[in-house]
């Protein structure tokens, strides 16, 4: 009974490659977040769905593009990657009144070589 | 964006002790939080505080929410080996979280 899953949990691709991450989350939330943590752990917001509308996009390069088909997917897609682009990629969701509890999915470690 | 000082970095400690951590803020915020991430998994909210002043507890650990809303701390007794992980506080605002950078913790047996 996963509340928020991930796939894949390991990718490892070449520099330029486009790649894309998967979420979903089964606890009836509205909401759903992207999270970059990096290798000192620093876990920064990228973006921020509610009901498949974009809410929060923090400064993220254009390269990235976040996807919502519905409430319970938020996909991650990434064009052309770059070495800077590793690290450890968590998605979360909650209700939109309940931004303080988010429920983390176990991450997608990502390595671009 | 906000930035949340948390402290220690890190810290070893011996079974059995009890241990402290705290966040500072340059900014208020209106709740606090502290997470925990155990190794290979995501984060996992521990305590949520929603008053200025208020304590809280969850088992062994407490967790106090600062008068001037800028600060935080997390208590937490009598250590066991399953304590060890990292511990994160956040300040929610403009519904969002802004992360510390985390207290990594290693308990000696």
């Known amino acids: 009974d996963t509340a928020v899953s991930q796939t894949p949990k390991y990718l490892v691709t070449q520099m330029g490659n486009d790649k894309s991450i998967k979420c979903e989350q089964n606890?009836?939330?509205?909401?759903m977040y992207w999270y970059k943590q990096d290798s000192k752990k620093f876990l920064k917001i990228m973006f921020s769905?509610?009901?498949?509308?974009?809410?929060i996009n923090e400064t993220v390069p254009n390269r990235f593009s976040p996807k919502s088909p519905d409430k319970a997917h938020l996909n991650l897609h990434i064009n052309s990657l770059e070495l800077g682009d590793s690290a450890v990629y968590f998605c979360?969701?909650?209700?939109?009144?309940?931004?303080?509890?988010?429920?983390f999915g176990p991450g997608t470690r990502l390595l671009v070589l | 964006g906000q930035q949340l000082n948390q402290s220690p970095q890190s810290m070893f400690i011996q079974e059995g002790e009890d241990v402290s951590m705290n966040c500072t803020s340059s900014?208020?915020?209106?709740?606090w939080l502290w997470y925990k991430q155990d190794p290979g998994e995501g984060p996992v909210l521990l305590i949520a505080?929603?008053?200025?002043?208020e304590l809280t507890s969850n088992g062994r650990l407490t967790a106090q929410f600062g008068i001037t809303r800028k600060d935080s701390f997390l208590n937490i007794s009598a250590s066991i080996p399953s304590d060890v992980g990292i511990y994160f506080c956040?300040?929610?605002?403009?519904?969002?979280?802004?992360f510390g950078a985390g207290t990594t913790v290693t308990v000696r047996a």
């Open positions: 979360a969701s909650s209700q939109m009144d309940r931004v303080e509890t988010q429920y």
């Open positions: 769905y509610n009901n498949k509308e974009l809410i």
């Open positions: 606890l009836g939330h509205d909401t």
């Open positions: 956040a300040g929610q605002g403009d519904y969002k979280l802004s």
């Open positions: 900014s208020i915020f209106n709740t």
């Open positions: 505080l929603y008053k200025a002043g």
